[in-house]
């Protein structure tokens, strides 16, 4: 007899928010990074909003899908399970390796290209969080996490700047 296979969602969603919290992410973090992004824009937004932004892009199964493998790489190299030369490429977080900002911009993709120019943004200036998962001497791996929680608040900024403007137009009974 073949055995069907169906997955349920909602172990996906909680095994994502359950595994960026065991490896030392709170979402009250990323929604100070949208903050930081977005504040000079919408001088009115809260950090409710912030936060609330963050839970929406986090709900995605696409997000889901990249954070947990993100951090299944990211705890394997810390294992030393990787063959070689990932391993050593991981481990160093090689400049020119590339895939850990490639599986990041799947989650920027989902949002558009308001996204794309927040995640260049957090890349290059690494605030708050993201500049303690680049932390390269607390001894943990987060090669792949510091992308991804980089695009999780990009695309949280994204979608703040759609809501923003959906409601400007509603005002003005476009
Ligand atoms: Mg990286």
Same mark, same amino acid.
């Given at each position: 007899?073949?055995?069907?296979y $169906?997955?349920?969602? +909602?172990?996906v ?7 960026? $919290? ?6 009250e973090?990323?929604?100070?990074? &949208? *903050?930081?992004?977005? !504040? ?6 809260? &950090? ?9 892009v986090?709900? +995605?199964?696409? #997000? ?9 790489i ?7 399970? %990787? *063959? ?5 490429? %991981? ?14 911009? !799947?989650?920027?993709? #989902?949002? =558009? $290209?308001i996204? /794309?120019?927040? @995640?260049? /943004? @957090?890349?290059?200036?690494?605030? =708050? #969080? ?5 932390n390269k001497? $607390? =001894?943990?791996?987060?090669? @792949? ?13 994204s ?9 400007a137009e509603?005002?003005?009974? &476009?």
């Amino acid at each position: 007899m073949v055995r069907t296979y $169906s997955l349920d969602s +909602k172990k996906v969603a909680s095994a994502a928010l359950e595994w960026l $919290s065991a490896r030392g992410v709170q979402l009250e973090e990323i929604a100070e990074l &949208v *903050m930081q992004g977005q !504040s000079e824009y919408y001088p009115n937004l809260s &950090v409710e909003q912030c936060l609330e932004a963050v839970k929406r892009v986090l709900s +995605k199964r696409e #997000v889901q899908n990249a954070l947990l493998l993100g951090i299944q790489i990211d705890i394997l190299t810390e294992q030393g399970k %990787l *063959m070689p030369p990932l391993q050593e490429m %991981l481990v160093h977080d090689e400049k020119l390796f590339g895939c850990d900002e490639i599986l990041a911009l !799947s989650i920027v993709n #989902v949002y =558009g $290209s308001i996204g /794309f120019t927040n @995640f260049g /943004f @957090f890349d290059k200036t690494k605030p =708050g #969080v993201l500049d303690r998962l680049n932390n390269k001497e $607390s =001894g943990e791996i987060h090669t @792949f996490l510091d992308d991804l929680v980089g695009a999780v608040a990009a695309s949280a900024c994204s979608y703040i700047a759609h809501r923003k403007q959906a409601e400007a137009e509603a005002t003005m009974g &476009v």
